[in-house]
């Protein structure tokens, strides 16, 4: 009877630990961290206590580590020479371009050094929520679906939407998005600059573009009719593309959208301590200036 007793004792004090373990298993609201409906809700937890630490970080680093795709003229790119202007990546690689200047002030002003490391664009926020690098700095706009799982700064560049086609298109007189009924339009993939395509009625929309090589290429090939960037970009390609051109709409013409997305930000982690110091660099550049250092820019790209 005592031995029956005991074994029961010892199966309840077993029960009740097994419920401890499944308890604490479990986060404060009840769900299993690992659990992948909720990867944003523990990414999100995760990169607002790294962000807390960045300035200490980068300051006790001695090094601001920037993620761009050094592919997207006239932000960034990357190129065979050095000089004043550019920012070693890799031995005989080196970038350069509005957002290599932006950063290089971000830098200074800090007084730590600037390293860039390069990367796709769709692996720029992952990166940095992981810590494995300090800000995006490569003309992302502040839409409110990125602000999910990030901060931004104050914009850096102001924009608007346009049209790149070739010169001697069918659409090279377009004046209003409308124009481009029956067009194969496109734009970068994971911008919403390809979002914006199905405000054109009857438009062909084609499938998204990794990056601005491919988007030129696909415009020089004629396997597009023309793509939807921001106005920087647009003069980036004419530059480097002797056959393009862009239209640019008036505002009751062309795409109708947040006016902020159009702009350029640094992106942080979420309660980044970095935020103010980099608003102050950004406050500290007139309009004048930053037109005259996205001209710059444009004018020094390399060709295609």
């Excluded at 074994?7 to 009840?30: E, M, Q, R, W």
Aim: net charge negative; hydrophobic share 40%.
């Amino acid at each position: 009877m005592k031995m029956k007793k005991t074994l029961c004792i010892l199966l309840a004090v077993v029960t009740a630990l097994s419920c401890v373990l499944a308890f604490t298993a479990c986060n404060k609201d009840g769900k299993d961290p690992s659990d992948a409906a909720n990867p944003s809700e523990t990414g999100a937890a995760v990169s607002s206590t790294l962000g807390a630490n960045d300035l200490a970080n980068v300051k006790k680093a001695g090094k601001i580590v920037v993620g761009m795709e050094c592919d997207y003229k006239p932000y960034n790119w990357a190129q065979t020479t050095e000089n004043e202007n550019t920012v070693k990546i890799k031995d005989g690689m080196y970038a350069d371009g509005y957002d290599v200047q932006v950063a290089k002030k971000v830098a200074e002003a800090l007084g730590v050094t600037l390293e860039i490391k390069p990367m796709e664009w769709d692996g720029l926020i992952p990166a940095l929520n992981s810590g494995n690098i300090d800000a995006v700095i490569a003309g992302m706009s502040p839409t409110a679906d990125r602000r999910i799982s990030v901060d931004f700064s104050d914009t850096y560049f102001d924009s608007v939407l346009v049209m790149v086609v070739r010169k001697d298109s069918a659409y090279a007189s377009a004046t209003k998005i409308a124009d481009f009924k029956g067009a194969k339009i496109t734009g970068q993939q994971n911008t919403f600059h390809y979002e914006v395509i199905d405000q054109i009625e009857g438009v062909k929309k084609q499938a998204a573009l990794p990056n601005f090589a491919a988007l030129t290429q696909a415009l020089a090939a004629g396997s597009i009719d023309g793509y939807v960037c921001e106005r920087p970009g647009a003069k980036s390609a004419v530059e480097s593309n002797k056959d393009f051109t862009f239209i640019e709409f008036a505002e009751s013409n062309g795409f109708k959208y947040d006016l902020t997305d159009a702009s350029i930000a640094v992106a942080m982690r979420k309660g980044s301590s970095l935020t103010s110091e980099i608003n102050k660099v950004i406050a500290s550049l007139t309009s004048e200036q930053k037109d005259a250092l996205m001209l710059d820019c444009i004018a020094r790209q390399p060709g295609e």
